[in-house]
């Protein structure tokens, strides 16, 4: 078996302790006889599973107990629509600020259900997120959307903006366990869990309680978070199986020393990529330097036609899924929590050694 240094930007890597106790409990969890695949989600195994995942989440995040945690269906995108749906109670403007292509995303869902106010924009690089200071939110919007790591240009945001009594609501699908966070800053975080958190499938929202119960009338069930709380994400089948495997990642956060540790570890490697980015003339980051993110990392070629090789040459010697997204090219190297260490270091070593013969 050869393992490769994977850098897509997810479904991404998973740890591989957790992966060999997945391979190890697959066909018998812990004497039940049967796969976590194949339990009911009512069943006493299964509900211990979700119960420890729930607890070992809000050890790691320090979730306040005014807080609920939903594991949810239809991903980040799913809550692109259920955060209007849920949120507005009655209003009909919300502020969004744009940094990228996923707050974009998250506003045109958005303008389904009421007007959206762009009440800050990294515009016109998008490789920045805009000072507070610049910011006009509405003061009859209902809730300021923020998405704290844009995923595709890695930006992402180093501070929480302090909006006063309207909830701050944030898409942390690209960054959420990376480092510490407080919590009781957000109204609400949603995440999918194909970066940090596990496999796809499952999706994460921490909702803090005096938010529930105003969904809009025809707000199908599925989607209101008061009826999953009440139900404890099981008024349907949730997905079992990612959750369990999310279970074994926060375990295995916890015992790496939580999310302090994590942080330190993270900070390492992202400054490393950035110091051989910044140190080359070969290699370049458009990014301003303060919002750089730590999860994504973007890099252009200054000969572009040298990208189709770099990518050749990176994947026979184990370091794939290096190509930027589509929209903007060049490369991206995603080095989120299960990026071991080791794997930025070749990586590093690889850009080097290619400059070398190609610069
Ligand atoms: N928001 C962000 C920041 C993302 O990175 C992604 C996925 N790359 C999404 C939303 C969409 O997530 P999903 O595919 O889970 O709907």
Known sequence: ??????????????????????????????????????M?????AYVSIAERAEADLRELLNIPDNY??????GGATGQFSAVPMNLLRGANRADY???GS????AISEAKKFCQVNVAASGEPDLMHVPEFSEWQLADDAAYVHITPNETISGVEFTWTPEVGDKPLVADMSSNLLSRPLDVSKFGLIYAGAQKN??????????????????AMAQTPTVWDYK???????????PATYPLYIAGLVFQWLKEL???????????????????????????????????????NVPFVLADSSLDAKFLEEAQAVGLTTLKGHRSVGGMRASIYNAMPEAGVDRLIEFMADFEKRNG
């Open 40 to 44: 009911s989600h009512r069943g006493k």
């Open 68 to 73: 609920r945690v939903l594991f949810l269906q």
């Open 227 to 237: 009826q999953q709380a009440d139900a404890d994400s099981m008024l349907n089948t």
């Open 1 to 38: 078996m050869s393992r490769v240094y994977n850098f897509s930007a997810g479904p991404a890597m998973l740890p591989e302790s957790v992966m060999r106790r997945a391979a190890e409990e697959m066909l018998d969890w812990q004497g039940t006889g049967m796969s976590v695949m194949e």
């Open 97 to 99: 600020v744009y940094t």
């Open 197 to 214: 958190i596990g496999p796809a499938g499952v999706t994460l929202v921490i909702v803090r309680d005096d938010l529930l119960g105003g």
């Open 257 to 295: 020393g939580g999310l302090e540790k994590m942080a330190e570890i993270n900070q390492r490697k992202a400054q490393k990529l950035y110091s051989a980015i910044d140190n080359s003339s070969f290699y370049s980051n458009p990014v301003a330097p303060e919002n750089r993110s730590w999860m």
């Open 102 to 105: 996923w707050s974009k995303k």
